[in-house]
C-alpha cells in the first residue's frame, strides 16, 4: 500500500502557504524518490493507529463499563458506542500530531493510564 | 504528513489523511456499498430471479388474501400443530405458510414446512435454487469464501477507515456549506471534485448513521470488551436490552398466574394443557371481522402475518403481528393483536406498554434499525436507497478523483508510474467491474437449468468470472478504451436486463405494471435507469477527447455521475 505513494506533489499545489511553485520545483528536481524513512515513518503510523487505537478504544470501552457497572445496560452499550468513537479520534490523533513520538505518547500514555484504572477498579 | 517534515496546518495533514485512509480499502469500500445499497432491496432482487413466483398477483384486500391461505391449509393441513401465514406485501407478490407440527413450539424462529403459495390462487409455487439478493446481502458484511470471523474484520476495518475519512473529510472542509451548492461542470478536477463534495455533503447524515452503525453491527467481532465486562455472554446483554424496552406492569404480572388459562397465551403452558386435557375439535373462527377488526386498530399499518396456534381445536388462539416496526427507536419490537380461535373475541392485552430507550439504546437502536431497513415502509428505504447510491458515488468520485489529480503530473513525467496504473486498473475494475458482474449474476440465474443441482454455486461462480475478465481486460486495454468498452457493455447488459426476463419465463414488463405487481416492475425499471446512467457516462467519456485535443489542460471532464 505505501508503494503507491510515490509523490505528494499534489498537495503542495493545495497547500496555499508559502511559494508553492518555488518549493515544487525545487522538490522535483532534488529529491525524486520518496526517502525511506519517511515511507518508514508513515507505515509506523498506519499501525501506531490501528492497533495502538484499538488498544486504546479496547480499554476505554472496558474502563467505562468498570466505572459505571451499577446501570448495566446504559453502562455496556456507553462503554461500547463511545470506544468506537475513541477508535476514530485516535486515528486522527496519530496523523494530525506533527511529531511522531508525539502522537505515540498520546496513544500510550492514555492507554496506560486507563490500564492502571481497570486494575485499580478490579481490586 | 509532509516529506520534508515541514510543519503543516490540521487540515492540510487531515487532506494527506483523507487522500491515504480512504485510498487503501477504498475498493473494498465501493463494493459494501454497492451490495449494501443493492440489499435494500434484496427481496425484490430474489423475487426476480425466481420467475416461477411471478405469476402470483395478490388481490388488494388482507381478507381475501388471507381466505386463499386458509383453504390451503384447512384443506392440505388440518390437523397441524401450527399454522403460520405471511400475507403478500409490497415487497412480496406471494403467501407463504409455515406448519408445523403439534410438538413444535409455534413461535420458534425455524422450523417448520415452508409452503409458497400463489396469492391469488392458492397452487403451491416452487422455486429454482438460487441465492438472489441473499447473496449480495452477505457479501456485504462477510464478503464470500472467507472464514466469517475474518471477513467480518476486514469488513470492519474498512468501516473504520470510512469512518475517519467521513471526519477527516470535513475537518478538510472548511466552506461546507458553500461547496455543497457548488457545481462547476467541465472543468476537470475541479468538477470531481465538486462532484465528490456533492455527494458527500448532500448525504452526510446517511454516511455517518451507515458508517457508525456498520461498526456498531460488528461490535461482537470487533469491540465486545466493554459488554463482556458486564454480561456474562451476548445474549443476557442482547435480552436486557429488548426488556428495557417493554414495560409489563407489576400487579398483572402477580395476577397472571390466578387469570383464566384462556387467557394466558404462553406456549409452554399451552402445550401442557393440551396433552393433559383432550382437545376437543371446533370450527375455527371467521378471520374477516378479525382482520377488519386490526385494520382498525392499525390504520397506518397493514397486518404482516397470521398466526394460529392449535387450528380447529377449543385451544385455538389466532395472533396478528403488524407489518412495519413501532419506531425506528424501538428496534425489532411489532405491535400484536390475540384472538380467540374459536370465538373470534380479542384477549386481553398484557398491559405492557413501551418505554423510552435510554439515549445509548436508542443511538443503537435508531441507527442499526435504519441500516438494515428492517420494518420499514417503503417510502423510508426507497430514500435510504437513494442515499445509498449517493454513498457509491461518493466513493466513486473519491477514487476517481485520486487519479485526476495526479494525471498531469503523470503525463509531464511521460509514463505512468506503477502506482498509478494500478490505482486505475483497480478503479475500472471496481466502480465498472462489478455492476457487471451483478448483471452477469442475473443472466446466469436466468441460463442456467431451473433444475440442475447446486445450480445457485454455479451463478455466484459467474458473478466472479465476469469480475475477473473485467479485471484483465482493464490490464490490457488503453485506460480510456477500457473504460468506453465496459461503459457500452455495462449499457447493453442492463438495457437488455428487462426483455431478457420476459424471454426466460419472467413476467413482462407490461403486464406487471398493469397488475400492478410493483415488486417484479421496480426491478426491471431500476434496470433501464441504470442503463441510462451507464449510456450516460458512456457519451461524456466519449466526447471528453475531442475536449481534451483542443484544451489538453481540462483533464477529466465530468464524465460519470455529475447531476
Redesign the interface.
Known amino acids: 500500500m505505501i508503494n503507491t505513494m510515490n509523490n505528494p506533489a499534489p498537495m503542495d499545489s493545495l497547500d496555499p502557504i508559502g511559494h508553492p511553485h518555488v518549493l515544487a520545483k525545487k522538490k522535483v528536481k532534488a529529491k525524486p524518490q520518496t526517502p525511506l524513512v519517511y515511507r518508514l515513518m508513515i507505515l509506523y503510523r498506519f499501525v501506531l493507529a490501528l492497533v495502538g487505537g484499538y488498544v486504546l478504544s479496547a480499554l476505554s470501552a472496558i474502563a467505562i463499563a468498570e466505572v459505571f457497572i451499577q446501570q448495566r445496560a446504559s453502562a455496556a452499550m456507553s462503554a461500547t458506542l463511545i470506544a468506537f468513537c475513541v477508535y476514530c479520534g485516535a486515528f486522527i490523533w496519530v496523523f494530525m500530531v506533527q511529531k511522531t513520538l508525539k502522537a505515540s505518547l498520546g496513544i500510550m500514555v492514555p492507554s496506560l493510564v486507563l490500564w492502571l484504572l481497570i486494575k485499580w477498579l478490579g481490586n | 504528513?509532509?516529506?520534508?517534515g515541514k510543519?503543516?496546518?490540521?487540515r492540510?495533514?487531515?487532506?494527506?489523511?483523507h487522500t491515504?485512509?480512504s485510498?487503501?480499502l477504498g475498493w473494498l469500500l465501493y463494493a459494501i456499498f454497492v451490495t449494501g445499497t443493492l440489499s435494500f432491496f434484496q427481496n425484490e432482487i430474489t423475487v426476480w430471479m425466481k420467475p416461477e413466483l411471478h405469476q402470483s398477483v395478490p388481490s388488494q384486500s388482507q381478507i381475501q388474501q388471507s381466505q386463499v391461505a386458509l383453504n390451503y391449509l384447512q384443506q392440505h393441513h388440518p390437523n397441524a400443530g401450527s399454522w403460520s401465514i405471511q400475507l403478500p406485501t409490497s415487497r412480496q407478490n406471494t403467501t407463504v405458510v409455515n406448519i408445523r407440527g403439534a410438538n413444535e413450539d409455534p413461535r420458534a424462529r425455524r422450523g417448520g414446512t415452508r409452503v409458497i403459495l400463489d396469492s391469488a390462487t392458492g397452487e403451491v409455487l416452487e422455486a429454482r435454487e438460487t441465492r438472489g439478493g441473499g447473496f449480495l446481502y452477505r457479501f456485504h458484511f462477510e464478503l464470500y469464501g472467507l472464514d466469517r470471523i475474518w471477513a467480518r474484520w476486514i469488513v470492519g476495518?474498512a468501516t473504520?477507515l470510512m469512518?475517519?475519512a467521513i471526519?477527516?473529510g470535513i475537518?478538510t472542509h472548511k466552506k461546507i456549506f458553500k461547496d455543497f451548492f457548488t457545481f462547476r461542470p467541465g472543468k476537470g478536477q475541479r468538477s470531481w471534485l465538486d462532484a465528490h463534495n456533492a455527494t458527500a455533503v448532500f448525504a452526510l447524515p446517511f454516511h455517518l448513521m451507515i458508517t457508525?452503525s456498520g461498526?456498531?453491527l460488528l461490535?461482537f467481532t470487533?469491540?465486545p470488551?466493554?459488554?463482556e465486562?458486564?454480561?456474562e455472554n451476548r445474549g443476557a446483554?442482547l435480552q436486557?436490552?429488548r426488556q428495557?424496552l417493554i414495560e409489563t406492569p407489576k400487579q398483572e404480572r402477580s395476577q397472571r398466574p390466578a387469570a383464566p388459562a384462556e387467557s394466558e397465551h404462553d406456549p409452554q403452558r399451552g402445550r401442557g394443557e393440551r396433552g393433559q386435557k383432550q382437545v376437543q375439535a371446533a370450527p375455527l373462527a371467521d378471520l374477516a371481522p378479525i382482520i377488519a377488526d386490526a385494520h382498525k386498530q392499525w390504520p397506518n399499518n397493514p397486518i404482516g402475518t397470521i398466526s394460529i396456534v392449535a387450528p380447529n381445536t377449543t385451544k385455538a388462539e389466532i395472533e396478528l403481528r403488524a407489518l412495519h416496526g413501532e419506531s425506528v427507536a424501538h428496534r425489532n419490537i411489532y405491535q400484536s393483536l390475540s384472538y380467540n380461535g374459536v370465538t373470534g373475541v380479542e384477549k386481553p392485552d398484557d398491559g405492557s406498554s413501551l418505554n423510552n430507550p435510554?439515549?445509548?439504546?436508542a443511538?443503537?437502536n435508531v441507527t442499526t434499525t435504519l441500516h438494515e431497513a428492517r420494518g420499514v415502509d417503503l417510502p423510508l428505504r426507497w430514500l435510504l436507497f437513494l442515499s445509498g447510491i449517493l454513498g457509491t458515488l461518493m466513493v466513486a468520485t473519491g477514487l476517481l478523483l485520486w487519479c485526476v489529480?495526479?494525471a498531469p503530473?503523470q503525463e509531464k513525467q511521460g509514463y505512468k508510474?506503477?502506482?498509478?496504473r494500478?490505482?486505475e486498473v483497480l478503479n475500472i475494475t471496481a466502480i465498472i467491474g462489478l455492476p457487471i458482474a451483478c448483471a452477469v449474476y442475473f443472466y446466469a440465474n436466468r441460463l442456467i437449468d431451473a433444475n440442475l443441482e447446486k445450480r445457485s454455486a454455479l451463478e455466484i461462480r459467474c458473478f466472479f468470472i465476469a469480475w475477473g475478465l473485467v479485471f484483465i481486460y482493464a490490464l490490457i486495454r488503453k485506460h480510456r478504451q477500457a473504460w468506453l468498452d465496459m461503459l457500452a457493455l455495462a449499457t447493453l447488459l442492463f438495457a437488455a436486463l428487462p426483455i431478457f426476463n420476459f424471454m426466460t419465463g419472467g413476467t413482462p414488463l407490461w403486464s406487471s405494471i398493469s397488475n400492478g405487481v410493483w415488486v417484479i416492475a421496480s426491478f426491471d425499471l431500476a434496470m433501464w435507469v441504470l442503463a441510462l446512467l451507464f449510456a450516460f457516462s458512456f457519451i461524456k467519456v466519449k466526447n471528453h477527447q475531442a475536449l481534451s485535443s483542443k484544451k489538453p489542460k481540462a483533464g477529466k471532464a465530468a464524465q460519470e455521475h455529475d447531476e
Do not use: N
Request: hydrophobic letters at 55%; a positive charge; proline letters at 4%.
Open positions: 504528513m509532509r516529506v520534508d510543519a503543516e496546518g490540521p492540510q495533514s487531515m487532506s494527506w489523511l491515504w485512509a485510498l487503501i476495518i473504520l469512518f475517519v471526519i477527516s475537518i457508525f461498526l456498531l461490535l470487533l469491540m470488551w466493554g459488554i465486562r458486564v454480561y446483554f436486557e436490552q428495557a435510554s439515549v445509548p439504546a443511538i443503537y489529480k495526479r503530473q508510474s506503477l502506482g498509478y494500478t490505482v
